[in-house]
């Protein structure tokens, strides 16, 4: 045996161990019965506890000193078992568990606060979150940007500043093309009336295997909030159903479905090793938003959703596709990131990731930190906040100390665009298919370009490599003018 | 911290990993994509390693040494742990992860083999199978008895000497109550027709409910073998819809529901500790056992699930509740055990026991097997075997080493007669609301005379306590003579 091969032996047992703690948050979300709460918490701790112990242990550090890599895929395993040692071992045991214990607690408690729209209820957890995300970006960091240590964790090899300069130059052209947008004199007609749950649970299968979803390694259930979970052999989804709102269904079940689909679309000879699972969030990201607007929002696939939706529903009182291309790209203002349309998304982003740095860097102090929302919230987008479940209290991200995530949603969302661009290139006919409902020539290209490589580079060399030029937003904000010119008629 | 704590402190994480272990075993049969299997079984293997080296941990020894038990409880605590802990130090680690992965080889085998009926194909893994069972029971025997060392997993302080003694007592009754059975001239109906498979879904959850089943800490699944798995704030049960037998849905979710509900009931305060669960196999199926004949095919339940099935599913054919209650309690000849009727019953397991017992002590050859099988099947059903489904390959246990477990299921039924008995005395009214479909007075007194207590007695100490007297054969059979001679008019 070599160190390598000792040093993966024991990594894919603490992988294995890893899959069923996340299948163990799946469980919770899908199947868990409501008073089995406690008797979990205990049983989450006890797995986070062995993993922790694993993560630490010497042994790794041993084998990473002495284990040669004799291939691509063996370097770049040793590089993530690197990153992901030295990161854990720099955040005290005592810190970790800390930030488990409360972060657990918070979630429940920013729960009841936004059912209450009571933020006070939730100042004094969320107080506790940031002082210890901040105790654990100081150890990180060692003297660094205390912000970008936390954002290394959710994407490797990008900086606050890089992406403050993105969102510089995003903000101007997407602001301008909103404001074009809202004073347009065509408006797209709405959809509206009753869409039968159990139609749209069918529908929201179909879509799932029009995406390539393989359900022989994957299973669609229901949850609060729609989330992918799982790699390699095991991917499930969730999906909600809202009767007055079939898009909502519909279009978070192909976001998932992108997600997962790069889960499954790993190479298997990476199952159950570092780089057998996506490589980043901003990637992540880019996978899920590419299939749900670029193919699923785009006018070839909406107008197969059409005929889909008549045949299901009846008449919809939409005239014809192109009025359902445009209902289902309709820009509205609203309160809430995850209901809002391609053009203001990355809007909701910039809010959220002004605020965020302001916080870990401490200029930010949570008590002001509502009105801050607020404030920020009308400036940029013309609305007063009507109550902290459409502002401050929307995102469960902050009680679970998520500081440093929002941005992947963004660079997703540019990544989104470069891949769009270059699929275009590669595959002219990659629209025919979408016209049938079938997307698979974009998502064969999707998956040999970008998710079969798993871990297997950085997040910004996925991208390069896959679109053949450095990441950029222009390649997203040309889509964006283009399409919503045409529907808005500008 | 004593010792006690240190070390219950240590169990407790290990019980919630098995907790988890066992959680991921109900996925497997309820949720798994197809396709997972493969990552599954690595998956599986991680935590049962972690397990394992935790049950070995030399810790263990150390703190059980100098432990000193404060109360009743911490005296079970630590009984129920050093048992553990000798019998896991006698199996070698290189034998015990070779039965998991025979075993786990071996039940895929055996189900092909049970659906091709090709005898020949299962006996080279099932030789293997019983090579490494018996290599364990020589490591646990230490010279004593093979089987008992296998018995004595399933239950504690119980002999294969004392079970062949409660065997010979049990046969000729049994056997002369059924030969007047089957010689009798009033034979009951049987139930026909089409049962939606909604409808028994339905019915199946206002059954478990009945039956005191808390859906707020347990649900109700689908699965091709009924089954109740986990402990404490966590127990789910499974079910199956046959729609031309709707009672073997019935009955098997009653059955479930009286384990589940022994798992549900024991006091709070043992939650993931060795107390928590329940204390034998034995045990267990007296509670299954009860609820499932004592009290669910009794004539008062059966004259409310009468009305219920007439309400949902129109006219049964069947001319009253009395007609309907022997319907339910027929007794036919039949070649598996877990559809056999009340009487028969022990028969197939004395079948096995003799068997088994056989197997290990190495007289009977696998190639023999399904010989020895089919002509004692002969002689003690008077029915031949028509095919390997019907005989040898019917039940699971043998492929996934279960030697030992069989006769736990006849002692279930003794300890249930035991229980009726004292619970018929202690509680005069125990049958009021069964008529109107509510066994809470027969389930409360389950509860606070044996579930409460999960491990805290020893398995015989538990009936005893119970029914006020040492654990016989007497009641059941009585219980068993009375109820089929006024069904059969004898």
């Known amino acids: 045996m070599t160190a390598y091969s000792d040093l993966m032996?024991?990594?894919?047992?603490?992988?294995?161990?890893?899959?069923?703690?996340?299948?163990?948050?799946?469980?919770?979300?899908?199947?868990?019965?409501?008073g089995s709460a406690g008797q979990r918490a205990e049983e989450m701790a006890a797995i986070e506890a062995v993993l922790h112990a694993r993560r630490t242990d010497p042994k790794i550090g041993d084998w990473l000193g002495s284990a040669d890599p004799a291939s691509e895929i063996e370097a770049a395993n040793l590089r993530l078992i690197r990153r992901r040692y030295e990161r854990t071992l720099k955040v005290p045991a005592r810190l970790a568990s800390e930030i488990a214990s409360v972060t657990s607690r918070a979630q429940g408690i920013w729960a009841d606060a936004r059912a209450n729209e009571d933020v006070a209820a939730f100042l004094p957890i969320l107080t506790e979150?940031?002082?210890?995300?901040?105790?654990?970006?100081?150890?990180?960091?060692?003297?660094?940007?205390?912000?970008?240590?936390?954002?290394?964790?959710?994407?490797?090899?990008?900086?606050?500043?890089?992406?403050?300069?993105?969102?510089?130059?995003?903000?101007?052209?997407?602001?301008?093309?909103?404001?074009?947008?809202?004073?347009?004199?065509?408006?797209?007609a709405r959809l509206e009336g009753k869409f039968a749950d159990k139609i749209q649970t069918e529908m929201a299968t179909k879509l799932a295997l029009s995406f390539g979803y393989d359900m022989s390694i994957g299973r669609i259930d229901r949850a609060v909030h729609p989330f992918s979970s799982g790699s390699g052999q095991d991917v499930r989804i969730t999906t909600r159903v809202n009767e007055s709102d079939p898009f909502n269904c519909f279009y978070s079940t192909i976001h998932e479905v992108g997600h997962a689909a790069y889960e499954q679309g790993i190479d298997d000879q990476h199952i159950l090793t570092p780089v057998g699972c996506g490589v980043s969030m901003g990637v992540h990201e880019s996978q899920s938003r590419i299939y749900e607007n670029q193919l699923?929002?785009?006018?070839?696939?909406?107008?197969?959703?059409?005929?889909?939706?008549?045949?299901?529903?009846?008449?919809?009182?939409?005239?014809?596709?192109?009025?359902?291309?445009?209902?289902?790209?309709?820009?509205?203002?609203?309160?809430?990131?995850?209901?809002?349309?391609?053009?203001?998304?990355?809007?909701?982003v910039m809010l959220r990731f002004d605020l965020e740095r302001a916080i870990i860097a401490g200029d930010l102090k949570p008590t002001d930190?509502?009105?801050?929302?607020?404030?920020?919230?009308?400036?940029?987008?013309?609305?007063?906040?009507?109550?902290?479940?459409?502002?401050?209290?929307?995102?469960?991200?902050?009680?679970?100390?998520?500081?440093?995530?929002?941005?992947?949603?963004?660079?997703?969302?540019?990544?989104?665009?470069?891949?769009?661009?270059?699929?275009?290139?590669?595959?002219?006919?990659?629209?025919?298919?979408?016209?049938?409902?079938?997307?698979?020539?974009?998502?064969?290209?999707?998956?040999?370009?970008?998710?079969?490589?798993?871990?297997?580079?950085?997040?910004?060399?996925?991208?390069?490599?896959a679109s053949g030029q450095s990441p950029s937003e222009e390649p997203l904000l040309d889509y964006l003018e283009a399409k919503f010119e045409s529907i808005y008629r500008l």
Chains 1, 2 share one sequence.
């Not at 105790?135 to 403050?164: F, H, K, M, R, V």
């Not at 445009?326 to 809430?336: D, E, G, H, L, T």
């Not at 470069?418 to 979408?434: I, M, N, Q, R, Y």
């Open 369 to 465: 930190l509502e009105a801050a929302w607020n404030d920020r919230f009308e400036a940029d987008f013309g609305l007063a906040v009507d109550k902290p479940s459409n502002g401050v209290l929307q995102d469960v991200h902050w009680s679970v100390g998520l500081f440093g995530y929002f941005p992947t949603y963004s660079l997703g969302n540019v990544y989104a665009g470069c891949l769009f661009e270059a699929l275009k290139s590669d595959v002219p006919d990659w629209e025919d298919g979408l016209h049938d409902g079938d997307a698979s020539a974009a998502t064969n290209w999707l998956r040999t370009n970008v998710q079969k490589h798993g871990g297997l580079y950085e997040p910004v060399d996925v991208i390069t490599k």
């Open 129 to 188: 979150v940031i002082a210890l995300r901040q105790e654990e970006a100081q150890a990180l960091a060692a003297g660094g940007n205390l912000y970008d240590a936390l954002l290394d964790d959710y994407e490797p090899g990008t900086s606050s500043a890089a992406i403050a300069d993105l969102f510089d130059r995003m903000r101007p052209r997407l602001v301008a093309l909103r404001d074009r947008i809202f004073g347009a004199s065509h408006q797209p």
């Open 9 to 34: 032996a024991f990594q894919r047992q603490t992988e294995a161990l890893s899959a069923i703690a996340g299948r163990l948050g799946w469980d919770q979300e899908t199947m868990m019965p409501r």
């Open 296 to 348: 699923g929002r785009g006018r070839a696939f909406t107008g197969w959703l059409h005929g889909q939706m008549q045949e299901a529903f009846g008449n919809l009182n939409i005239t014809d596709a192109d009025a359902f291309y445009a209902a289902v790209n309709r820009c509205s203002p609203s309160y809430i990131r995850t209901e809002a349309d391609e053009v203001q998304y990355n809007l909701h």
